[in-house]
């Protein structure tokens, strides 16, 4: 499933980001590719320990703490630290699958983190670059994405994905990626679907009496399948 999240951050915190990504120590993307992506990317990345990126990954995952859809459709376990990258002057990752399992070596997890979900949070306003397109391709055929600065998307670790060439300006990101509770894609969709209906209900119909029984078979569901 891939998901649209808006407004992840504010405009402020967006333009707070910027700030403090353009006096960054910047460096080569390859630090943190594998062997194999490491020959398709070109892109400039701050290294996980600079202290940049552990302010405003803070700032980040701060924010999803309170976005009621991350939880719903992530169902996360362990996230990565959020890390930032930039592209421009041509500069682009051509098609690759993220590695199924990460180490962090800015010191703030112990544990190995397994890619289910792959996150690309956008920072930079869409019309102030060309090219920069998140390419996905997926069971329903290739997404392009290219979303407002402060939005983000979420989509499976196991996509074959790509960023085109920015041709002009340039193009500002975080990425990250999150073991789910929910190892499998479609029975995490199915949590989330119902999940959804069931908030919507709510919303509708407070009284209705099924929703007691509709949100114990959720649970009942999330207690099959999630590992804690
Ligand atoms: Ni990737």
Not at 144 to 172: F, N
Request: glycine share 8%; charged share 25%; with cysteine.
């Amino acid at each position: 499933m891939l998901l649209h999240i808006p407004n992840v951050l504010t405009q402020d915190q967006v333009a707070y980001c910027r700030e403090r990504l353009a006096s960054a120590s910047w460096a080569d993307g390859r630090i943190t590719a594998g062997y194999q992506s490491g020959k398709a990317k070109d892109n400039e990345q701050l290294p996980e320990n600079d202290p940049v990126a552990i302010e405003l990954g803070a700032l980040i995952r701060n924010a999803l703490k309170t976005n009621d859809n991350y939880f719903s459709a992530a169902l996360p376990r362990v996230v990565y630290p959020p890390l930032f990258n930039r592209y421009r002057g041509g500069q682009a990752f051509g098609f690759h699958v993220d590695n199924a399992i990460r180490y962090d070596r800015s010191g703030q997890l112990v544990q190995p983190v397994r890619t289910d979900l792959s996150v690309t949070l956008f920072l930079a306003a869409p019309e102030d670059y060309d090219g920069g397109e998140l390419i996905i391709e997926d069971t329903y055929g290739v997404q392009k994405i290219k979303l407002p600065a402060g939005d983000m998307v979420l989509y499976p670790g196991t996509s074959l994905h790509r960023v085109t060439p920015v041709t002009r300006g340039e193009r500002l990101a975080s990425f990250f990626w999150i073991q789910s509770m929910v190892r499998d894609d479609g029975d995490r969709r199915l949590l989330f679907e119902l999940d959804l209906s069931i908030r919507r209900l709510t919303q509708s119909t407070p009284d209705h009496p099924s929703l007691v029984q509709l949100t114990g078979v959720y649970h009942n569901l999330l207690r099959r399948w999630a590992e804690v």
